[in-house]
């Protein structure tokens, strides 16, 4: 069975300028997350998902950042505009409901310079 | 909110040193217990999970005991190898949703 599949692994990018992330969860997850991992610490909760509907977002930065699940399935993060400080590995997991075993992606190394 | 405090690291050991990670959490409901590896490059994997007291997670030789009269979920080993090196994330979730919250890792470095 493939895990959860996350693109791209690294980007670079300058300030101002916007990226994105992509994210596959296991099939037949229905509880998808997106965690943000500074360097040093433990990952931090974006945003969840159960199907396309966002339960937790308390965490997202509204002014910049924008996330989706269309049709419950597969998951983008959007920044824009990107700051320095949002440097950092953005993960992606999924879970099957009432499981709370999450199953994460390699995820993606930001770099905004 | 609820919470998880582990040890700080890093941590260096010998190899076949005996390892103890603590871990103590905070929560309003009764929670799923977890610990998480990240191996050098890698992405985090589900190393043992326990999901209510007195349960004893184990895996690849590591062992969790949920303790709730603590609220402890301490990580230990008895022998541990070269293999081990790598960053150990305590976790917990809440039953009533599926929110997770993670401690902020230990590093573990092993010597040969």
């Known amino acids: 069975e493939a895990g959860v599949v996350q693109s791209p692994r690294y980007k670079i990018i300058e300030k101002k300028q916007p990226v994105a992330f992509w994210c596959n969860p296991i099939?037949?997850?229905?509880?998808l997350y997106w965690y943000r991992q500074n360097l040093g610490q433990g990952p931090e909760l974006l945003i969840r998902?159960?199907?396309?509907?966002?339960?937790?977002d308390s965490q997202l930065p509204k002014d910049r950042f924008s996330a989706e699940r269309l049709k419950g399935v597969d998951s983008t993060l959007k920044i824009q505009p990107a700051e320095l400080g949002d440097s950092a590995v953005y993960l992606c997991?999924?879970?099957?409901?009432?499981?709370?075993?999450?199953?994460f992606g390699q995820g993606t190394r930001l770099t905004v310079v | 909110g609820d919470s998880v405090t582990q040890m700080e690291g890093p941590v260096t050991l010998s190899e076949e040193a005996f390892l103890t990670i603590n871990c103590t959490y905070t929560?309003?409901?009764?929670?799923?217990l977890f610990w998480y590896v990240q191996y050098p490059g890698e992405g985090l994997q589900l190393l043992l999970k326990?999901?209510?007291?007195?349960d004893k997670g184990s895996n690849k030789g590591f062992e969790a005991t949920y303790r709730k009269e603590t609220t402890s979920f301490h990580l230990e080993k008895g022998s541990v190898q070269v293999s081990d090196s790598a960053v150990y994330f305590c976790?917990?979730?809440?039953?009533?949703?599926?929110?997770?919250?993670f401690g902020k890792g230990t590093r573990l470095h092993i010597l040969p």
């Open positions: 997991a999924s879970s099957a409901v009432g499981s709370g075993e999450a199953f």
């Open positions: 998902y159960e199907n396309e509907e966002a339960v937790d």
């Open positions: 976790a917990l979730s809440d039953r009533k949703d599926d929110k997770i919250i």
């Open positions: 099939s037949g997850h229905n509880t």
């Open positions: 326990a999901t209510k007291a007195d």
């Open positions: 929560a309003t409901g009764y929670p799923s």
